[in-house]
């Protein structure tokens, strides 16, 4: 399996582009995570409660990873750190992976559902919630709840391979490490920049 990388300004695969605005997304970020912290139903939230504007946010695909985006935010190769955004598919699953990286996650929107090999369900991680992670677990998928989820995944620990993709008996299909995440971040278009008022 090769994996070619599609984004928004060229290739073979067009994309619809969702972004988030810094005030308006920290604003939301912050309504989502004060209705799980006062316990709030989130069902009984409204849409702008739970969902992440994603107005500013170029989200690029992997071909041959469905019901996923990512969006590069940093690669450090000094520090051996690689800082994404993922975005799962509500009520999908990606394909079968491994970890091979110390990593932490923190979910923005949604839910992040993660699956056995055997695509039984085994954790949830909803709105709001902060996950430490060695590397090399076992193989597993994931995907989203009900919504689509966006998580921060903050990578770190290795110059060498982060995550091993899997074929359906487990062989490797392909890697990507800190140069292919490099790439990746240098290729897509550059994000929406702070300034200064005035």
Request: net charge negative; aromatic share 8%.
């Amino acid at each position: 399996m090769s994996l070619r990388f599609d984004f928004e300004d060229g290739g073979t695969k067009s994309m619809k582009t969702n972004t988030i605005t810094r005030r308006e997304g920290l604003v939301g970020a912050g309504a989502a995570t004060a209705t799980v912290g006062i316990g709030t139903d989130a069902d009984a939230a409204t849409a702008d409660a739970v969902t992440f504007d994603q107005t500013n946010i170029k989200w690029n695909t992997l071909e041959g990873i469905e019901h996923v985006w990512y969006h590069v935010l940093n690669v450090d190769p000094e520090a051996k750190v690689v800082d994404l955004l993922l975005k799962f598919s509500a009520n999908q699953k990606i394909i079968l992976h491994r970890h091979h990286a110390d990593y932490s996650t923190f979910i923005i929107q949604g839910e992040l559902r993660l699956y056995d090999e055997r695509g039984e369900l085994t954790e949830i991680r909803p709105t709001a919630s902060f996950v430490e992670k060695s590397g090399g677990g076992a193989p597993h998928t994931e995907g989203g709840g009900d919504i689509d989820c966006i998580a921060w995944f903050s990578n770190r620990g290795t110059d060498g391979m982060i995550y091993e993709i899997l074929g359906p008996n487990k062989e490797t299909v392909a890697t990507l490490g800190l140069q292919e995440f490099k790439a990746l971040w240098e290729a897509q278009e550059t994000p929406v920049q702070p300034y200064i008022p005035g």
